[in-house]
């Protein structure tokens, strides 16, 4: 083996010192601060190639920051995944980035070791936050390098409170944990322990998005580090095409490693949960359409409208929150919901913000299971959204011999205060706009036990897609937009984006990422070409 090692190294350096020229001639960018020259780092994989000539380089340049297999820190990384499906993929080695600086030298060893290799696989990479995305490559990688972004994790008032920087790599619990104590909060994620990083970059739903808008419609400077380790800051007035193509453009320009977000005062309201009889469901869709098609939307409503079926049963769980101060129990707006006879469950009461998301992700399904997300956007009819759940019904019929099956058939209002509000702040990618009317976004989410059922549950949640859309377009109340963060890798949620934005986007990775690494040395994700 070491025999081997040894060849297969020389043959590296041989190889690299061939192409060392082309990459001169076509005036490769230098190395970053404080790290050795590109032939250095090129040639560093001598001591460790059977790791693969990727994963020793960037051992040589960050040490026990790089860990393989048979490490613990290795092991923690995939453990940590919630879905089995992703965690089940294997990467070379994965690297534990601590700063900005870090992810800078990741990124920078491997575009240039892309580059050399003619995107090897080996050079091939992942970037990870909190590891929620469900499907197998969105946030790892087999055989390549996955970077773990765990260690930014820093969350930063600024002195006024009026902007927060937060770390690519907290969840949002560590967020809310610190902001609470404080009085304050900002537009960000519903469950505690989804990743701040892909759910900002996906476009980002909160409670607070009636009033504020989406997730990214909040940030207000990126710190990101672009191909070949350049660090930049994104915002209205410094890279503002890329600063408008990072909301909803996800992992196609570069790793966000920070992101400064509008904080504003608040302190506990009334929210939680309530479930409900599935024989109530029809008073619910009509409830739900009242309330999303209201004249003047109440802005301080926030509401998921789940059908979730486990144990072979169906139930409703309605999630409620009313973010208005003081706060205001049992609101009008949610009169027609909470009048619904009778209540099986119910957690309504006055809390924190974190309270809410640690009750949210208690409710969600067990994190060491094989998952799937699929999504629609729809028009506004109780009717449809009762359509689109006996398809489910239907659709679950095929499935019900799967070991440890469970199904969520979700409902979110998307109303016109929601897509409004991103032309205040200068605009998102995400291709929705007030004139679209209020829509509905909708989840088909399966959870299951074994690998061996992956194809039948594929086939469950294409036919669902297919059969749901035919519904809608048959009533006129489809809409093209696919939320990127519950969409499953076989949608397109960039095309969705419209034909304007999708030429945007393109155009703004053109011009930053030349070489087109976040293209093609990053293969996870929704890619632009």
């Known amino acids: ?133 469900p499907w197998p490559g969105a946030a790892n990688i087999r055989g390549g390098v996955t970077i773990d972004l765990a260690g930014l994790n820093v969350v930063d008032v600024s002195l006024n409170q009026s902007v927060t920087g937060v770390g690519a790599g907290n969840r949002w619990i560590n967020v809310y944990t610190k902001l609470d104590a404080l009085g304050l909060a900002v537009a960000g994620g519903r469950v505690a322990d989804i990743g701040v990083g892909g759910l900002t970059t996906g476009g980002g739903i909160s409670f607070f998005s009636p009033r504020l808008g989406f997730v990214c419609d909040n940030v207000i400077n990126y710190e990101v580090v672009l191909a070949y380790g350049k660090v930049i800051n994104a915002n209205a007035t410094s890279y503002p095409d890329l600063y408008r193509s990072l909301k909803g453009g996800s992992n196609n320009f570069g790793v966000v490693t920070r992101f400064d977000l509008k904080t504003f005062r608040q302190g506990p309201f009334w929210g939680g949960y309530i479930i409900y009889d599935i024989s109530t469901r029809e008073q619910h869709f009509k409830a739900f359409e009242e309330l999303n098609g209201a004249s003047r939307y109440d802005v301080y409503a926030a509401l998921i409208n789940n059908h979730l079926y486990q144990n072979g049963s169906w139930i409703i769980l309605n999630s409620y929150e009313y973010t208005k101060e003081p706060a205001q129990p049992y609101p009008p707006v949610f009169k027609p919901f909470t009048s619904i006879q009778p209540e099986l469950v119910n957690t309504m009461r006055v809390a924190s913000l974190a ?100 194809a039948r549950i594929e086939a469950a949640s294409k036919e669902w897609v297919r059969r749901a859309t035919h519904n809608a377009q048959a009533v006129g109340k489809t809409n093209p937009y696919v939320y990127l963060n519950y969409a499953e890798k076989w949608q397109d949620p960039i095309t969705g984006y419209g034909p304007a934005n999708v030429a945007r986007l393109r155009q703004t990775s053109r011009k930053y990422d030349q070489d087109q690494i976040f293209q093609k040395a990053v293969p996870g994700g929704f890619k632009l070409f």
Not at 94 to 118: A, H, M, P, Y
Not at 415 to 436: C, H, K, M
Request: with cysteine.
């Open 355 to 454: 309270n809410f998301t640690v009750e949210l992700d208690q409710t969600s399904t067990d994190g060491k299971l094989r998952q799937s997300f699929v999504t629609i956007t729809v028009g506004n009819s109780a009717s449809l959204l009762s359509t689109i759940f006996d398809l489910a019904n239907s659709t679950l019929q095929h499935v019900l011999s799967v070991p440890g099956v469970s199904l969520n058939v979700g409902y979110q209002p998307i109303p016109t205060a929601i897509t409004s509000r991103a032309g205040l702040t200068g605009g998102n990618s995400l291709g929705l706009d007030s004139a679209d009317g209020p829509l509905v976004n909708v989840i088909f989410a399966l959870t299951w036990a074994d690998a061996a059922d992956d």
């Open 1 to 133: 083996m070491q025999l081997q090692s040894r060849l297969l190294a020389l043959f590296f350096v041989l190889y690299t010192s061939l192409n060392i020229g082309v990459l001169a001639a076509s005036n490769l960018p230098p190395s970053p601060a404080g790290l050795p020259s590109a032939s250095k780092i090129i040639a560093s994989d001598e001591a460790s190639v059977q790791s693969g000539y990727c994963c020793a380089a960037l051992s040589y340049v960050l040490g026990s920051k790089v860990s393989y297999p048979l490490d613990a820190a290795y092991k923690n990384s995939l453990a940590s995944y919630w879905s089995l499906r992703e965690a089940a993929l294997t990467p070379q080695c994965v690297v534990e980035s601590q700063s900005t600086k870090d992810v800078s030298t990741v990124v920078f060893v491997l575009s240039l070791l892309s580059r050399v290799t003619n995107f090897s696989s080996e050079c091939q990479f992942a970037v990870r936050g909190a590891g929620h995305t």
